[in-house]
């Protein structure tokens, strides 16, 4: 199957970091098991979203540093895999539950256009004070990713869906393929319904598996897929 439509989560997958977690300075004690326990499903999403942010409360200045982390802490291959997906003329789209001021930073050093990332809205005073986030955001919640992906009638199938989290396993049944990102961090409930799991450290494995089908006549991807594919078995 030659995929139209790539969607990556950003946190764990894209990026090795989680934003919100480096957000926290000296909360990450109280803040990181609340984000771990939303991504592996336990609690929802939407019961954690709202406090996290009011314990933490991150300045314009601090989101701009987690969207420089988000970069230093690029996952290996994502430039090339975003590069060569978007040479073969498919449609790649970051969604995330993450804030998009510093998602923003990431996908635009990708190359991914601001109209093709996704995620949840911070606002800020004038002097780049914290002053809320997005309450009606559909990513702030469990099962705000799926409702988003099932809205987007137009988007060119099939569709791949890439991530670590539960609330990309959940999306699972409106996207062609579900491949879940370990490479980071392995959850075991959303492993268990992937259609494919890469493990290997590098985003690699998820070219291969979007353009296997679908062989690009250009040599430099026809090599990164072949890299692809030997992580992969």
Same mark, same amino acid.
Request: hydrophobic share 50%.
């Given at each position: 199957?030659?995929?139209?439509?790539?969607?990556?989560?950003?946190?764990?997958?894209?990026?090795?970091?989680?934003?919100?977690?480096?957000?926290?300075?000296?909360? *990450?004690?109280?803040?990181?098991?609340?984000?771990?326990?939303?991504?592996?499903?336990?609690? !929802? &999403?939407?019961?954690?979203?709202?406090?996290?942010?009011?314990?933490?409360? !991150?300045?314009? *200045? /601090?989101?701009?540093?987690?969207? /420089? &982390?988000?970069?230093?802490?690029?996952?290996?291959?994502?430039?090339?895999?975003?590069?060569?997906?978007?040479?073969?003329? $498919?449609?790649?789209?970051?969604?995330?539950?993450?804030?998009?001021?510093?998602?923003?930073?990431?996908?635009?050093?990708?190359?991914?256009?601001?109209?093709?990332?996704?995620?949840?809205?911070?606002?800020?005073?004038?002097?780049?004070?914290? *002053?809320?986030?997005?309450?009606?955001?559909?990513?702030?919640?469990?099962?705000?990713?799926?409702?988003?992906?099932?809205?987007?009638?137009?988007?060119?199938?099939?569709?791949?869906?890439?991530?670590?989290?539960?609330?990309?396993?959940?999306? *699972?049944?409106? $996207?062609?393929?579900?491949?879940?990102?370990?490479?980071?961090?392995?959850?075991?409930?959303?492993?268990?319904?992937?259609?494919?799991?890469?493990?290997?450290?590098?985003?690699? !494995?998820?070219?291969?598996?979007?353009?296997?089908?679908? !062989?690009?006549?250009?040599?430099?991807?026809?090599?990164?897929?072949?890299?692809?594919?030997?992580? &992969?078995?």
């Amino acid at each position: 199957m030659a995929y139209r439509t790539v969607l990556f989560d950003c946190d764990s997958t894209l990026s090795s970091i989680e934003g919100i977690d480096e957000l926290a300075h000296e909360h *990450r004690a109280e803040i990181t098991p609340l984000t771990d326990a939303a991504m592996r499903g336990e609690i !929802p &999403l939407e019961s954690v979203y709202a406090r996290r942010l009011e314990i933490i409360r !991150p300045s314009a *200045r /601090e989101m701009a540093r987690v969207g /420089e &982390l988000y970069i230093e802490h690029l996952v290996a291959g994502a430039r090339e895999v975003v590069a060569a997906l978007q040479d073969a003329g $498919v449609d790649v789209r970051i969604i995330s539950g993450g804030l998009r001021p510093a998602v923003l930073v990431a996908a635009r050093a990708l190359g991914v256009g601001d109209e093709s990332v996704f995620a949840v809205d911070a606002y800020f005073d004038e002097q780049g004070d914290y *002053r809320g986030f997005d309450e009606a955001s559909p990513l702030a919640r469990a099962g705000g990713k799926t409702s988003l992906i099932a809205s987007w009638s137009s988007i060119p199938r099939p569709v791949m869906l890439v991530g670590d989290g539960a609330t990309d396993a959940e999306a *699972r049944h409106v $996207v062609d393929t579900f491949v879940a990102f370990a490479g980071v961090a392995e959850r075991a409930s959303v492993v268990a319904v992937a259609s494919h799991v890469v493990r290997a450290p590098s985003l690699l !494995p998820v070219l291969a598996l979007a353009l296997a089908d679908a !062989p690009s006549q250009d040599p430099r991807t026809r090599a990164l897929v072949e890299r692809g594919l030997a992580l &992969l078995r």
